[in-house]
């Protein structure tokens, strides 16, 4: 397996987890504030 593929894919999984996190934090914010 080619390094640089490894790094693009570890790299795409933290982008895409990242957005997911924040859209969650977005979308609880309101229910936890409460």
Do not use: E, H, K, R
């Amino acid at each position: 397996m080619d390094l640089t593929l490894l790094y693009m894919v570890v790299g795409f999984i933290l982008a895409a987890y990242s957005v997911v996190a924040n859209d969650s934090v977005q979308t609880l914010g309101p229910w936890i504030a409460c």
